[in-house]
């Protein structure tokens, strides 16, 4: 597994101790934290903040492993 970089999508594979956030959540990261801490941002359907939330990196699994370029 790819570990994440900033403004990754990433997926949460674990239950979080976290309230409002739930395996199979997804979200985008935020905010690196040493040494394995991330910061994810959630959304809710109208693209308003429903959480931030500290994750440790290998609670989450990065679903954009490469960026396309736009041409």
Known sequence: MRKPKLLDIVAVLAAADVENVQAGDVG???????PDGVEVEFLDRDGRTRCIATLPAEDILVLNSE???VV
């Open 67 to 69: 960026r396309t370029p």
């Open 28 to 34: 985008t990261v935020v905010e690196l934290l040493p």
